[in-house]
């Protein structure tokens, strides 16, 4: 499922957004405001960010500049071309003006979205190592993985970025809302457990400390 954040002033359109994302089966974060919004970014990275302009504490434009690696649509009622052209050169992705028209937000939504991976595909699959996040079971070599819900939620993160070293603070951020037991001085115990289930099953190592940023899931099955 892809996460939008509506970042948005306006309770009525905002309510408005946040009701017809769902229906489409996007999961919806709300902030207010522009420094609500830096935190929420900063704690939940979403998929795509729908942002007004017109905020209170930081305007949209100080947000926008902010804000990289996520694809962001502006929102907003200034219909300037010079304003868009500002925007679009500043790094927003594309730019509907107010009042706008649902099935008009809602693809562009889609284009955004089609350069996106989704975050829920059914099957991750690395080497020998697979999980299934319907079902929630994890295998490696074919043997049966049981996991805590906090080593699920790191396995999972790695899936995601196979042979790529992932950051102890970005793997601290993005599991945080489903595991809030996992701590900065926890997270190496955790993955310490996860990497012994892992080779008890799989009879390799598959996951890698890599010093000074965090830790990397090695695909390559062994030889």
Request: hydrophobic share 40%; charged share 25%.
């Amino acid at each position: 499922m892809y996460t939008i954040a509506v970042i948005e002033d306006d309770q009525p359109i905002g309510d408005l957004l946040e009701e017809v994302l769902e229906k489409e089966g996007y999961q919806v974060k709300r902030a207010y405001s522009g420094t609500e919004a830096l935190y929420l970014l900063s704690k939940q990275p979403p998929d795509l960010v729908l942002l007004d302009l017109m905020l209170p504490g930081l305007a949209g434009e100080q947000v926008l500049e902010k804000i990289s690696g996520i694809p962001v649509i502006v929102v907003s009622a200034k219909v300037g071309v010079d304003d868009k052209v500002k925007l679009l050169l500043g790094g927003a992705a594309d730019y509907i003006t107010k009042p706008f028209e649902i099935r008009e937000l809602l693809a562009r939504v889609k284009v955004q979205l089609r350069a996106t991976p989704s975050p829920t595909a059914p099957v991750l699959r690395a080497g020998d190592l697979t999980m299934d996040s319907l079902s929630r079971e994890v295998t490696a070599g074919g043997v049966p993985v049981h996991l805590t819900k906090t080593e699920y939620a790191i396995l999972k993160l790695l899936l995601q970025n196979p042979n790529q070293a992932v950051a102890k603070s970005v793997i601290l951020d993005r599991i945080a809302e489903d595991t809030p037991d996992c701590t900065d001085s926890s997270l190496k115990q955790h993955v310490s457990n996860l990497r012994k289930k892992l080779r008890d099953a799989g009879g390799r190592d598959y996951i890698q400390a890599v010093w000074g940023i965090g830790f990397r899931l090695n695909s390559e099955e062994a030889s």
